[in-house]
């Protein structure tokens, strides 16, 4: 692997596969500057509706005749754009991506507006994707982090085109910029192809910016009735630090053992095998650069709200009180570093990693560095987080009928 940068500061890290047929490439470009609800949203839309020099057809076509994979997407701190090629149509999917960075001309900004419109009020639809939704909403309040689907929505009405081409322009000209490369292609040959192309954007900004962090000092306890529902959804969940803390090795182990392991998670064992009480029952860990969540959600029938909350605590209590033996945090480390290595497998997984950790600002080497510390972690340390973490300012979300 080998970081360099370009020639406008765009940090470039490089890794070379051999004999591996396609190649992929990433380019991340840190928010700096905060936008209403729903902007950056509809902007990684627009990237496919034209360029300066192509048509959304020709665009589109084009993509077609050479296999290029092209996509666009809005992370919590960054946008990320990113293609996947031929080994042999490098130079090509190269030219078309410079094309779509540097011109791209936001057209069918209406209908694309439209059709977001329609897809969120669908999704809403699912009571999942709505507990979910008034879950973020409520415990990131206050913060960009809380532009839920729900928000967005009652944002739409008032962007318009010149709302997306400014906050484009903005994270243009202030942001840092990171490229990440992974395939069978010589250094050389990729890095002066990169400067020649992308070599004159904006000069990437280093410093990512100080920006507020998420906050909760309450609980937030939300009730949202649907008449037409047969199962209730609870979740639950805290503000943690994220993946720059000390505390990320246990938190990420405290997550696989609580509800992230499938069948032989405490809570799949507790609430579903020994209780009955769930359909569906699991933890998460979500990860954002100015902070994190840890949740925990089941869905269950109406009359056992209340058993599955007092499961909750009872199960949270369990591990603040008691240390994890030493098999069930191994079976935990295993399990992790085992998820880890197999999203890691394709060029394109690599590349997306590389990107996100850098364009984060937790390093390159981020896996790396965290395997050997997930490594090191003891049982006290699990019962220390659980106990720091899981306190009374939390969020609570129910949706029943």
Same mark, same amino acid.
């Given at each position: 692997?080998?970081?360099?940068?370009?020639?406008? =500061?765009?940090?470039?890290?490089?890794?070379?596969?051999?004999?591996?047929p396609?190649?992929?490439?990433?380019?991340?470009?840190?928010?700096?500057?905060?936008?209403?609800?729903?902007v950056?949203?509809?902007?990684?839309?627009?990237f496919?509706?034209?360029?300066?020099?192509?048509?959304?057809?020709?665009?589109?076509?084009?993509?077609?005749?050479?296999?290029?994979?092209f996509?666009?997407?809005?992370? %919590?701190?960054?946008?990320?754009? !990113?293609f996947?090629?031929?080994?042999?149509?490098?130079?090509?999917?190269?030219?078309?991506f410079?094309?779509?960075?540097?011109?791209?001309?936001?057209?069918? +900004?209406?209908?694309?507006?439209?059709?977001?419109?329609?897809?969120?009020?669908?999704?809403?639809? @699912?009571?999942?994707?709505?507990?979910?939704?008034?879950?973020?909403?409520?415990i990131?309040?206050?913060?960009?982090?809380? /532009?839920?689907? &729900?928000v967005?929505?009652?944002?739409?009405n008032?962007?318009?085109?010149? #709302?997306?081409?400014?906050?484009? @322009?903005?994270?243009?000209?202030d942001?840092?910029?990171?490229?990440? /490369?992974?395939? #069978?292609? #010589?250094?050389?040959?990729v890095?002066?192809?990169?400067? !020649?192309? $992308?070599?004159?954007?904006?000069?990437?900004?280093?410093?990512?910016?100080?920006?507020?962090?998420?906050? $909760?000092?309450?609980?937030?306890?939300?009730?949202?009735?649907?008449?037409?529902?047969?199962q209730?959804?609870?979740?639950?969940?805290?503000?943690?630090?994220?993946?720059? &803390?000390?505390?990320?090795?246990?938190?990420?182990? %405290?997550?696989?053992?609580?509800?992230? &392991?499938?069948?032989?998670?405490r %809570?799949?064992?507790?609430?579903?095998?020994?209780?009955?009480?769930?359909?569906?029952?699991?933890?998460?860990?979500?990860?954002?650069?100015?902070?994190?969540?840890?949740?925990?959600?089941?869905?269950?029938?109406?009359?056992?709200?209340?058993?599955? $909350?007092?499961?909750?605590?009872?199960?949270?209590?369990?591990?603040k009180?008691?240390?994890?033996?030493?098999?069930?945090l191994?079976?935990?480390? =295993?399990?992790?570093?085992?998820?880890?290595?197999?999203?890691?497998?394709?060029?394109?997984?690599q590349? =997306?990693?590389?990107?996100?950790?850098?364009?984060?600002? +937790?390093?390159?080497? +981020?896996?790396?560095?965290?395997?050997?510390?997930?490594? %090191?972690?003891?049982?006290?340390d699990?019962?220390?987080?659980?106990?720091?973490? +899981?306190?009374?300012?939390?969020?609570?979300?129910?949706?029943?009928?």
């Open positions: 692997m080998e970081i360099t940068k370009l020639g406008n =500061n765009i940090d470039f890290v490089y890794k070379r596969n051999p004999d591996t396609r190649i992929a490439l990433y380019l991340n470009m840190s928010i700096n500057n905060l936008s209403k609800a729903g950056n949203s509809l902007m990684t839309r627009l496919m509706q034209g360029t300066k020099n192509r048509t959304a057809q020709e665009l589109s076509e084009e993509l077609d005749k050479y296999a290029i994979e996509t666009s997407e809005l992370k %919590l701190d960054y946008i990320k754009l !990113k996947v090629c031929l080994n042999e149509d490098f130079e090509k999917a190269l030219e078309i410079t094309d779509i960075v540097k011109n791209s001309t936001f057209d069918d +900004f209406d209908k694309e507006k439209a059709k977001l419109e329609g897809e969120i009020i669908a999704e809403l639809d @699912s009571p999942r994707a709505k507990i979910i939704d008034n879950y973020y909403k409520k990131y309040e206050n913060h960009t982090y809380g /532009f839920t689907n &729900s967005i929505l009652e944002n739409l008032n962007i318009k085109k010149s #709302d997306v081409k400014d906050s484009y @322009s903005a994270i243009l000209n942001s840092k910029k990171v490229i990440a /490369f992974v395939g #069978d292609l #010589d250094f050389e040959y890095n002066n192809l990169l400067d !020649k192309n $992308l070599g004159d954007l904006p000069q990437s900004n280093p410093v990512l910016p100080n920006l507020k962090r998420p906050e $909760l000092s309450d609980k937030k306890e939300v009730e949202i009735i649907q008449s037409d529902l047969n209730s959804h609870i979740l639950k969940g805290w503000l943690c630090e994220t993946a720059d &803390s000390k505390d990320y090795p246990a938190l990420a182990l %405290l997550n696989i053992i609580l509800g992230a &392991s499938g069948l032989s998670s %809570l799949f064992l507790e609430l579903r095998d020994k209780k009955g009480l769930a359909y569906v029952v699991r933890s998460a860990y979500d990860i954002a650069r100015l902070g994190a969540n840890f949740s925990i959600y089941i869905a269950t029938e109406p009359k056992n709200i209340e058993t599955s $909350l007092k499961g909750f605590e009872e199960e949270i209590e369990k591990i009180s008691i240390p994890v033996d030493e098999e069930e191994e079976n935990a480390k =295993n399990n992790i570093l085992g998820k880890w290595a197999f999203i890691s497998e394709t060029n394109s997984q590349a =997306n990693w590389l990107a996100h950790y850098g364009i984060m600002g +937790f390093g390159f080497d +981020f896996f790396e560095k965290a395997e050997e510390k997930i490594k %090191l972690v003891k049982p006290e699990i019962k220390y987080c659980a106990n720091k973490y +899981f306190n009374n300012n939390y969020v609570l979300t129910i949706l029943k009928p």
